[in-house]
């Protein structure tokens, strides 16, 4: 099963029947914080720019305050910045992540412990 | 973003380059105990035999003893069973699972709190 590299735990919550927020909701809203910019952010994460928008969308309806405003206020593709709520929301989940990360770390030890060791020979494990 | 209902929390764990565990996983093994039969678990979850024999396959090599056993040791479409190991790696990741629900809970309750309510119209949230 595919997974990122160097990133070992993928968290995702549902916070009701309607959002979800995981790793691609997170990263995209670092990368706007780091670009300014939704179609920069999304590229860098190779999401299409229709895909990232929609992320952004979903967000900015589900909670009460935006998370993303952009300067022009619609789609403009230039010009987003976090709001305090996109701040706090992308906080929590890193934290949330750190947490989970912090939690399973014992039973992850114990899983690792039973794989199979196959020195220099990792496509065995395939 | 699509998620099962009544299952808040999505955790996958990579334990190493090669093998990570997650609930399609975790759900087959569970499935697979109960209905003796790598076919009959993955139907449960519209994951086609094909899809089930290779996350299976895919277990069976990562860990030092194997996860199922099948009758006639070959891809058999009957007679399979979790071993101990398949139990043991079961067991571990719902308390992962559950360790992680347990973690995360106060930043869930606060991200829930930031949501908007929009009473009796949900579809207002998409």
């Known amino acids: 099963m ?4 160097g990133r070992p ?8 029947a309607e959002i979800a927020i995981g ?15 939704i179609a920069a952010a999304g590229r860098a994460m190779q999401m299409s720019y229709k895909r990232a928008w929609s992320l952004v969308e979903a967000m900015n309806s ?12 619609g789609n403009a593709r230039g010009g987003a910045t976090l709001t305090a709520t996109g701040d706090a929301v992308l906080a929590a989940y890193r934290r949330m992540t ?3 990360e ?8 114990t899983l ?3 794989l199979s060791t196959v020195p220099g ?3 065995q494990r395939d």
């Open 98 to 100: 750190k947490a989970a």
């Open 102 to 109: 912090d939690a399973v770390a014992p039973e992850v030890e």
């Open 112 to 114: 690792k412990s039973m």
């Open 23 to 37: 790793p691609g909701k997170a990263d995209l809203l670092e990368g706007i914080r780091e670009t300014g910019s």
């Open 62 to 73: 589900a909670f009460r305050e935006p998370v993303v405003e952009t300067a022009r206020g």
């Open 9 to 16: 735990l993928h968290l995702r919550i549902a916070l009701d």
């Open 121 to 123: 020979s990792d496509e």
């Open 2 to 5: 595919p997974h990122t590299p």
